[in-house]
């Protein structure tokens, strides 16, 4: 017998793992987290939370804590293009080009409208802590960090695995039902023979993060200031700037440069070097600054082959790895979680068939590859941009300092180099303006039942979102009122169970749900939107996304996609509602 026994056990404690253990426990799943390393991140890796995230976290009562540290949005919500942050050379502290981004400053409107969350900002070196300690609340000793997978074997009923307590230098065997390999891709998915697929070990980003004060030189409103200079030649070259907290604006304590380097250049390690080209770069030479870590990773844009093999799922940086360019990687990761996390429930709560975890890989390996595929373009696009302000690679700094003379140059050429550069520059919002990406993904297949409706329309710039109820999307936002109280219409989406929409001439819909949430004991939470009904749509945004007629229904999962809908009154409720459940639910 197994030193310890339990349903799920969980490879990895970086923000995936830790979103898993949350969401399982608030499901009433128990899981044991193993990770190696005896802390959370001491690098600042990831830190942009988009509106679907922050979605999740409300719905799993962590929003608040991250929240009330994270980055507000008006201190985050542009970015900027500038050649130096001091200097007083002709050429040095101008700025290119400022951008909106993330649902600041002109797109807070639209993203306030479409959203019951803003976004949010916090590097992983905060942001782990929280997730720890969120953790362990809800799993007290099953959180533990300084324990290392180091054998594991899968059979038919299982993964029984050997996990060394590094500490104490003993070893103990755990006996899991499924296992959750969120490990980065450092050790489960290859001993199963997962594949990578894609181009890897193009660029080697070094990270530089350090602490100090920026105060007069910051602007308050940016989270990215992207350099560009005559001898860096273009965005990742020249480097990128990004504050790290804990206070935000100009008064951050910490900030991080990202520059890249060829695999093969024998400078990346020359840690030594890093000081006077982060001196030079801002072009601020008395500047005082202590380094904190100087770390390196590989630039690639990999997918794994398989998101599942038998009993072991593959998330987070295990099953994609792209550039940190729009902010995806942490998302989709935490993403990922939360659609594993409630299926995992419905099968070990014994609601399920063991086949609805077959709909995980088609779901996420279709938003993976999207990801990872924007990721890389908008890594590249930079290239696009160097080159529309007259920046070529290979270019000598002569000809570099031309091109940036002439961009600013107050002449009728160079009002026409700043608005093709404009016009080039723009082009970036794919990667800071990527509404529709954030929250407009949606499955194609799985875990629901398409009513041969066709998709609206998607925006090829990845930003404008159309809301809609058609299955296999996200539940769209709009608030309603339930006696006084003000609520989203994902309020109504129980993180346990389906709850089905309907308007109060829907009554035939209220009793089907009540029978069929008894015949196969799930939660399935009827609610009558609209005059006379459990909730009242004051303001008509629930009446104009619903996309449904008066008598129709919309059926939504634990994680707030449409599984289903009816566009107006059916013949037979009940079993109309009862084939979609043993439908989705493989009964």
């Known amino acids: 017998m197994a030193d310890v026994e339990v349903p799920v056990l969980i490879v990895g404690g970086g923000g995936c793992g830790l979103t898993a253990s949350i969401f399982l426990s608030e499901l009433g799943v128990e899981s044991l987290l193993v990770e190696r390393h005896e802390s959370t991140s001491h690098l600042p890796k990831a830190h942009y939370l988009n509106q679907r995230t922050m979605e999740i976290f409300r719905q799993h009562g962590i929003a608040d804590s991250v929240y009330a540290v994270g980055t507000p949005l008006e201190n985050f919500g542009k970015v900027r293009w500038r050649t130096s942050l001091g200097g007083d050379g002709p050429l040095d502290a101008r700025t290119f080009y400022t951008m909106d981004g993330f649902g600041g400053g002109s797109l807070y409107d639209l993203y306030a409208a479409d959203s019951p969350c803003l976004s949010s900002n916090l590097p992983q070196i905060r942001l782990e802590p929280i997730l720890r300690r969120h953790a362990e609340d809800r799993a007290p000793g099953r959180v533990r960090f300084g324990h290392e997978l180091v054998a594991f074997v899968e059979d038919a009923e299982g993964v029984t695995a050997t996990v060394q307590d590094r500490a104490a230098d003993s070893t103990y065997e755990v006996r899991a039902q499924y296992m959750i390999a969120a490990d980065g891709g450092k050790t489960v998915g290859e001993k199963l023979g997962v594949t990578m697929q894609g181009p890897s070990g193009l660029l080697d980003m070094v990270s530089t993060h350090f602490r100090a004060d920026l105060s007069d030189y910051a602007d308050e409103t940016c989270l990215i200031t992207w350099f560009l200079n005559p001898d860096g030649a273009g965005s990742w070259g020249s480097g990128a700037m990004v504050p790290m907290g804990p206070t935000w604006g100009k008064h951050s304590e910490e900030w991080v440069v990202h520059f890249t380097f060829g695999p093969d250049d024998p400078e990346r390690f020359d840690e030594e070097a890093i000081v006077p080209r982060l001196k030079e770069l801002l072009k601020l030479p008395d500047l005082e600054l202590e380094v904190l870590k100087v770390s390196h990773w590989i630039l690639e844009g990999v997918l794994a082959d398989r998101y599942r093999v038998g009993r072991v799922f593959l998330a987070g940086d295990a099953a994609h790895r792209h550039p940190p360019t729009t902010g995806l990687g942490l998302n989709t990761a935490i993403q990922d979680s939360h659609n594993l996390a409630w299926k995992l429930a419905a099968v070990l709560k014994g609601q399920a068939a063991p086949s609805l975890l077959d709909s995980y890989e088609p779901e996420r390996q279709a938003i993976g590859m999207r990801n990872v595929d924007w990721a890389m373009f908008t890594f590249l696009n930079h290239l696009v941009i160097d080159a529309g302000l007259g920046l070529i690679p290979g270019q000598p700094p002569e000809a570099n300092r031309a091109a940036m003379e002439a961009f600013f140059a107050e002449t009728p050429m160079g009002a026409t180099r700043r608005a093709r550069a404009k016009e080039v520059i723009d082009t970036q919002r794919t990667e800071f303006q990527a509404h529709d990406l954030e929250i407009g993904f949606y499955y194609a297949e799985g875990a629901l039942i398409p009513d041969g409706s066709a998709a609206p329309p998607s925006d090829p710039m990845g930003g404008k979102?159309?809301?809609?109820?058609?299955?296999?999307?996200?539940?769209?936002?709009?608030?309603?009122?339930?006696?006084?109280?003000?609520?989203?219409?994902?309020?109504?989406?129980?993180?346990?169970?389906?709850?089905?929409?309907?308007?109060?001439?829907?009554?035939?819909?209220?009793?089907?749900?009540?029978?069929?949430?008894?015949?196969?004991?799930?939660?399935?939470?009827?609610?009558?939107?609209?005059?006379?009904?459990?909730?009242?749509?004051?303001?008509?945004?629930?009446?104009?996304?619903?996309?449904?007629?008066?008598?129709?229904?919309?059926?939504?999962?634990?994680?707030?996609?449409?599984?289903?809908?009816?566009?107006?009154?059916?013949?037979?409720?009940?079993?109309?509602?009862?084939?979609?459940l043993s439908t989705l639910l493989g009964r």
């Open 465 to 580: 979102y159309h809301p809609t109820t058609r299955p296999g999307h996200r539940l769209p936002h709009a608030w309603l009122d339930r006696a006084g109280e003000r609520l989203s219409t994902h309020d109504l989406v129980s993180k346990d169970g389906f709850v089905l929409l309907t308007d109060p001439s829907g009554s035939a819909w209220v009793s089907a749900a009540e029978e069929a949430a008894e015949k196969f004991g799930v939660t399935v939470r009827a609610v009558t939107i609209g005059e006379g009904g459990d909730c009242t749509d004051a303001e008509g945004t629930w009446a104009r996304l619903r996309e449904i007629g008066d008598g129709g229904a919309v059926l939504v999962r634990p994680d707030n996609h449409v599984a289903y809908r009816a566009s107006g009154p059916v013949g037979d409720t009940r079993d109309a509602l009862t084939r979609t």
